[in-house]
């Protein structure tokens, strides 16, 4: 079988740096439209009369499609090759994103999105296959950080983009602005990616697919209910989960049995991918999930608009962009370990800020722990995902992207869920804290409410945001543990396996 050549120098190339625009380029689309739809919840309530619930699902339908889609990604890049599916996951979120921008009512909204789901779930596993195979292991450290570029700023200049789109223009261009961009990904992808060279794939593992892709759709379904619900002990959270999870637990035996199952579980033999699974699914937990609070406070506790809230949450993204190129470098001359654990102590020091946070904070403190912040943000993430692909041989790449991307996706779903529910509860427990957070959502006019409560409450909701980032921090403090394990020194790709008899892990 032909396999993408090795790199011969540490420098990259054109050629790489080629390939690595176009990735980005597509996974901008994906990782901004998250955002810049969740800033357009409250015009969606507007413009089609619709309960907050129900306008909810057009973020839940896109996430849910993705979890469906993102497990046969793996197998599917081996099987048609990663540039058609590509090609076809791009033509796929385009055509969905055409099709929310002439949504007439929430309903069929919801489904567009689901269309979009399904082309964007694809775009982040099949772009780390492409740039790891491009630029071999002695440089995933630095192609990969060329890609969290967008997966960084897509929070951050999300909610600014959503808002300027939604105030010049009107919510049909936040769809809209992907029409051209698809297009031009799409264009660059069919002159740049090289020329495809599929596997010759074993059979589908379709028991695994009806195990594994429902199975992730109804636990993240269960999770992502938990902030509406109010609790884990809701019907509504805990039949989808305990179904969802029985289903992802009934995978794993499966897996355990088969020799070509959708995600190779053997993959875990690599001992360096373990950890940074390990150490992924602690950092997204937690990361993701105080992510969601930094907007919110400035939103509901400061009384910003949506736009001045996306433009303070810049510092973060300009820290991370420091950090990101060097850390690159870095972890492909020295491997991800120490760099890990620094990043992880700045994210700390940063947080540790926000769990004093009052009403009345200096924005310049706060501002200055955000870039704090993005400067460990930048030394972290990527790395943690070079640090796992990069000992992986070519053959298991795909299915390697796959699985971390899982990791992330579902950890990052499980932190959103447990600081909204942290939040919430903290809320809930202070009357005055819920009669200024209902003022600020529009739900109570000020008008009604006197003075002093307003203040009360204003000091008493920054408090329940200050209580909530010390959760985040004892979880961002718990990932030192496995980090400490992460590879300090170069890494080396795993030997290709020569015959399926001593295979460690899948061969496609």
């Known amino acids: 079988m032909t396999t993408a050549p090795e ?88 055509a969905g994103s055409a099709l929310c921008s002439v949504a007439w009512d929430i309903g069929p909204l919801i489904a567009f999105r689901t269309v979009q789901g399904l082309g964007g779930g694809m775009l982040m596993p099949l772009g780390m296959t492409i740039m790891t195979r491009a630029a071999g292991p002695q440089r995933i450290g630095r192609v990969m950080a060329v890609l969290g570029v967008p997966m960084l700023l897509g ?13 010049a223009a009107s919510w049909h261009w936040i769809f809209l602005i992907n029409v051209p961009i698809g297009a031009v990904a799409f264009i660059t992808s069919l002159r740049v990616l090289p020329k495809d060279q599929p596997h010759v794939s074993e059979s589908f593992d379709f028991l695994g697919m009806l195990l594994l892709s429902p199975g992730l759709a109804l636990l993240l379904y269960g999770v992502s209910s938990i902030p509406g619900a109010g609790t884990v002990a809701d019907a509504k959270v805990l039949v989808p989960a305990l179904v969802g999870l029985a289903l992802v637990i009934g995978f794993v035996l499966h897996a355990r049995r088969k020799a070509h199952a959708l995600i190779d579980l053997r993959l ?45 949450l810049a510092p973060q993204g300009i820290g991370a962009m420091l950090t990101m190129p060097a850390s690159g470098r870095l972890t492909d001359r020295m491997g991800p370990g120490k760099l890990v654990l620094g990043g992880i102590v700045l994210i700390a020091a940063g947080m540790a800020v926000f769990t004093q946070i009052t009403a009345d904070s200096s924005y310049v403190l706060l501002l200055g722990a955000l870039f704090v912040m993005g400067m460990g943000m930048g ?3 990527m790395p943690i995902m070079s640090g796992a692909l990069a000992s992986l041989g070519d053959q298991q790449i795909a299915r390697g992207s796959t699985m971390m991307n899982i990791v992330q996706q579902t950890a990052g779903s499980i932190g959103t869920a447990v600081m909204s529910v942290v939040l919430t509860n903290q809320v809930q427990g202070n009357p005055a804290a819920t009669v200024y957070s209902a003022v600020m959502q529009g739900t109570v006019p000020a008008s009604q409410v006197s003075g002093a409560v307003l203040s009360q ?21 718990l990932c030192i543990v496995p980090s400490l394990f992460l590879p300090r020194r170069k ?12 295979v460690p892990v899948v061969m496609h």
Do not use: C
């Open 7 to 94: 790199a011969t120098t540490d420098k990259l190339d054109s050629g790489v740096l080629k390939v690595a625009g176009v990735v980005v380029l597509g996974a901008i689309m994906a990782i901004l439209d998250v955002t810049v739809v969740s800033v357009a919840l409250p015009t969606f309530q507007r413009e089609f009369h619709a309960s907050y619930a129900t306008v909810a699902w057009t973020m839940t339908a896109y996430t849910l499609a993705l979890a469906t889609v993102i497990p046969v990604t793996g197998w599917a890049a081996d099987r048609f090759g990663t540039k058609r599916l590509y090609l076809t996951s791009i033509a796929l979120f385009v």
């Open 379 to 381: 030394m972290t993430m």
């Open 457 to 477: 409450g204003r000091s008493s909701l920054a408090s329940a945001f200050g209580n909530t980032y010390i959760v985040a921090l004892i979880l961002i403090v």
């Open 491 to 502: 890494l080396e790709r795993a030997e290709q396996p020569q015959d399926e008899v001593a």
């Open 268 to 312: 875990f033999g690599n001992r360096n991918l373990s950890v940074a699974v390990i150490t992924l699914t602690l950092f997204s937990v937690a990361f993701m999930g105080a992510m969601l609070l930094f907007p919110s406070y400035f939103l509901q506790v400061r009384g910003e608009d949506t736009l001045n809230a996306g433009l303070l």
């Open 155 to 167: 929070p951050i200049g999300g909610p600014i983009l959503g808002g300027w789109l939604i105030q």
